[in-house]
Every structure is written in structure tokens, then in C-alpha cells.
């Protein structure tokens, strides 16, 4: 197995004297996540759960649109995205466990800058719809869990 092949590990650690505070770690990298201050015992040192999940899907999505554009030599200047999560409550629900089911909705708006034509801009839409993080959580996902001996 290469060295990007072996399975990245990433570590979450909560300490004992800290409500919510939690360290992440990828490798060299570390960032903090924390509950808001809304939240019982949160003091907001870090972005929440669901931030994050944002924050990967948007840079994956960012990632993938400059890559498609530099190998088309397109003239993408700056990428933005503003993403919003919230739980809408399923139309399509009739046949759901729970008649209060909500369904789990990320808005996702691009700001493209760049002297790009509108079948470009298109296309970097659609593109953007194909980033591994976006293809992962459409998927139907399997998370096994496992206590450590």
C-alpha cells in the first residue's frame, strides 16, 4: 500500500475537564470544536459539529471546481460558497417513522468571480455536485463503531 493509499486517521479528543471542547487531529493538523454558548456547558471556542460538516463539504466542493477549471484553463478567479444547514420538515413523509420526521436540508450558494461565460458557469455548477465529500453524503453510508480493547 502507498503512502496515499493507507487509511488516514483522524482523533477527536474530549478531555474530562472540559464540557464540550473537543481537539481534532489529522495528521500535523489540528483545529477545535466546541458547542455555542446556547448550548449547555458551551463556551463557542471552536466551530460546532455541524460547522464542520459544512466547512468539509464546502472545501471539497471549492477544491473540486478549481481543479475542472484549471484543467480547462478557465478563468477562475475567486471561489466562495455560503452553506446553511437546517432540519425541514418532510412533505414526502406520509410513510416516516415519526410523523414529526424532518428531513436534513445544506443550502449551498457559489460565488464564482471570473471572466467566465454562462455555459461555463453552468457547468461549474454541475461540477460541483461531484466532489467526493457531496457524493459521500448523498451515498448510503455505513459507520461501524467498536470499543478499543
Known amino acids: 500500500m502507498s503512502k496515499s493509499e493507507e487509511k ?16 481534532l487531529t489529522a495528521g500535523k493538523h489540528e483545529l477545535i470544536a466546541d458547542e455555542p454558548l446556547s448550548a449547555e456547558g458551551g463556551k463557542d471556542q471552536g466551530a460546532d459539529p455541524y460547522d464542520l460538516l459544512l466547512m468539509s463539504l464546502g472545501t471539497c466542493t471549492a477544491m473540486t471546481m478549481k481543479m475542472y477549471a484549471n484543467r480547462k484553463k478557465w478563468a477562475v478567479e475567486d471561489i466562495y460558497i455560503e452553506m446553511r444547514h437546517n432540519k425541514q420538515h418532510g412533505d414526502d413523509c406520509a410513510d416516516c417513522e415519526s410523523p414529526g420526521s424532518k428531513i436534513d436540508t445544506i443550502e449551498k450558494e457559489l460565488i ?3 471572466d467566465l461565460t454562462q455555459e461555463q458557469l453552468d457547468k461549474l455548477m ?8 457531496h457524493r459521500t453524503l448523498l451515498s448510503n453510508i455505513s459507520i461501524n463503531t467498536s470499543l478499543a480493547s
Open 8 to 23: 488516514k486517521i483522524v482523533h477527536v479528543h474530549l478531555p474530562k475537564n472540559e464540557p464540550f471542547k473537543t481537539t
Open 112 to 114: 464564482i468571480k471570473g
Open 126 to 133: 454541475e461540477i460541483s455536485k461531484k466532489c467526493p465529500v
